[in-house]
């Protein structure tokens, strides 16, 4: 994404797609469990981005057996990125059925890490640590959302990231605060309950951001679906607030006209009066 310089749209799309595929794996009983962006490939058909989902080596593993403690612990050792992108519920490593849902984790890391250039804990700060502290902030610690992380860089990292997305850092930063600030803290809940319950299910909330829609993953208030409605229908809101200027501009002009009036008719009453009480 950052080499073809993909624009956060066009980064929402492909991930979008990615959903679908986990989705389709689900649908075939298969629970990946190591999603992670050397994972996904992105192959070009005709100019469009595909991205193609591999390595399920995992995922047959817990097809085959039920994983012990050990093997865990193994995974870890030889796969130094896995941790990264491993939801809270695979870190415990205690006797919990680990289910798609752990999957929807992973997806909120890489949508992290596509919209900030960095996974949701500092990779430098993280692996320095032990295998049971990295359990525990997996499990335990909240990351920043990702807007509120960008504002935190320093101006030149702020640009180098808004660049490889054919933007400026304002405007980078106003496009990921708010809806996807939510989404993407909605996939990485502590509690696998309350993210999504399915891979489609995330996808379909990223294509109501992109279609200025209500997200379920923020408190629907009524002034924010005023404001999605809104900005979804910009044309007609436009046309209407154009009628609704001229009418308060009207109604204005004519007040003031009819005050003007007014005022000069009591001058002429009282010029009257005045000329009555000469004679």
Not at 85 to 111: F, K, N
Not at 153 to 175: E, M
Not at 198 to 213: C, K, P, S, V
Not at 249 to 259: D, E, I, K, Q, Y
Request: aromatic share 8%; hydrophobic share 40%; net charge positive.
């Amino acid at each position: 994404c950052d080499e073809a310089q993909l624009t956060t749209h066009a980064r929402l799309q492909l991930f979008i797609a990615v959903c679908h595929a986990v989705q389709h794996a689900h649908q075939k009983g298969i629970i990946h469990r190591d999603l992670k962006p050397s994972n996904i490939l992105v192959t070009l058909h005709d100019g469009v981005p595909v991205p193609k989902v591999i390595d399920f080596g995992v995922a047959k593993a817990i097809q085959q057996q039920r994983l012990s403690d050990f093997t865990v612990f193994t995974r870890f050792e030889q796969m130094i990125g896995t941790p990264l992108y491993m939801s809270p519920e695979q870190a415990e490593m205690s006797g919990l059925d680990i289910d798609t849902r752990s999957d929807i984790y992973s997806l909120g890391v890489l949508l992290y890490e596509l919209l900030t250039g960095r996974t949701p804990f500092d990779p430098g700060e993280l692996l320095k640590q032990g295998l049971d502290e990295i359990r525990r902030v997996i499990r335990e610690d909240e990351p920043q959302k990702p807007s509120t992380f960008v504002s935190s860089l320093a101006l030149d990292l702020r640009s180098t990231l808004a660049q490889h997305r054919q933007s400026d850092h304002a405007k980078f930063i106003s496009q990921i605060r708010g809806d996807l600030d939510w989404i993407v803290m909605k996939a990485l809940e502590k509690d696998r309950t309350r993210r999504y319950g399915t891979a489609n299910g995330f996808a379909q909330d990223i294509q109501r951001h992109l279609q200025n829609e209500p997200v379920e993953a923020r408190p629907a208030t009524q002034f924010y679906r005023f404001r999605r409605f809104a900005k979804r229908n910009k044309t007609a809101f436009a046309a209407g607030s154009g009628i609704a200027a001229a009418l308060v501009l009207g109604l204005a002009a004519s007040t003031w006209m009819f005050v003007k009036e007014k005022q000069a008719r009591q001058r002429a009453v009282s010029a009257e009066q005045q000329q009555v009480k000469l004679r």
